[in-house]
């Protein structure tokens, strides 16, 4: 596709539960990141991919949280036993290595009930 | 850790010039950038600046870099209701070939007729 894409775009889920984001990069970059953003917040980062590994995982807020990029293209952010304050936006973006723009899918808007 | 700080909300009249700032504190930032967010919208680049530069000018935009003083500015001349938007200020240092962004909090430019 043209820009990046991520699905779902809304998940509501239940607290407890465990839930996969999906992020589909730009066709060619080789960098994805992972961001969350709380309301009225920035958003903040949580995971670097360059090609198929993590290069830096250090915004994952514990180990609840994993992700993975197994072809180094689509990512999957898992989310184990869910929990209220996991309520956020994720955003993905990626961009070409070494390069400085990173473009941003449109978001998962999750909510934990 | 680095930190991005900015004003929360800005109103302008439409036609009038806009100024969003923006102060940093991690003194190795190498890239600094502006980001637009509409509602429901994912992060639209505007503009960046490379940290060896002083100022930047894109149509509308410009961008105005003080390197001792860690402060930017986004001036939008001209402002029009369709620049109404939260605008993020966010910094990286581009080391190893990641480009982890540290975004503020935003502010939300509201344009009035």
């Known amino acids: 596709g043209a820009g990046v894409s991520q699905t779902p775009s809304n998940k509501v889920t239940e607290k407890g539960k465990y839930v996969e984001l999906r992020c589909d990069p730009i066709s060619g970059h080789t960098a994805l990141y992972w961001y969350r953003q709380s309301l009225g917040q920035g958003p903040e980062f949580l995971i670097y991919f360059q090609g198929t590994g993590a290069a830096d995982d250090s915004g994952l807020p514990n180990d609840r949280f994993f992700a993975v990029r197994p072809e180094g293209s689509v990512s999957t952010l898992k989310i184990q036993r869910t929990e209220r304050g996991d309520s956020a936006v994720y955003l993905c973006?990626?961009?070409?290595?070494?390069?400085?723009?990173?473009?941003f899918g449109p978001g998962t808007r999750l909510l934990v009930l | 850790g680095e930190d991005v700080e900015q004003s929360l909300f800005l109103s302008v009249r439409e036609g009038d010039s806009s100024v969003i700032n923006c102060t940093y504190t991690d003194s190795s930032s190498t890239y600094l950038y502006w980001y637009k967010q509409e509602p429901g919208a994912g992060l639209q680049l505007l503009t960046y600046?490379?940290?060896?530069?002083d100022m930047k000018q894109d149509q509308r935009l410009t961008v105005l870099l003080n390197k001792k003083d860690k402060h930017l500015s986004l001036r939008i001349a001209d402002t029009q209701t369709g620049d109404s938007a939260i605008y993020f200020c966010?910094?990286?240092?581009?080391?190893?070939?990641?480009?982890?962004?540290?975004f503020g909090t935003g502010t939300q430019l509201k344009v009035e007729l």
């Open positions: 966010a910094e990286s240092p581009l080391t190893g070939g990641g480009n982890k962004l540290t």
């Open positions: 600046i490379f940290s060896n530069m």
């Open positions: 973006a990626s961009s070409l290595y070494g390069q400085e723009t990173q473009y």
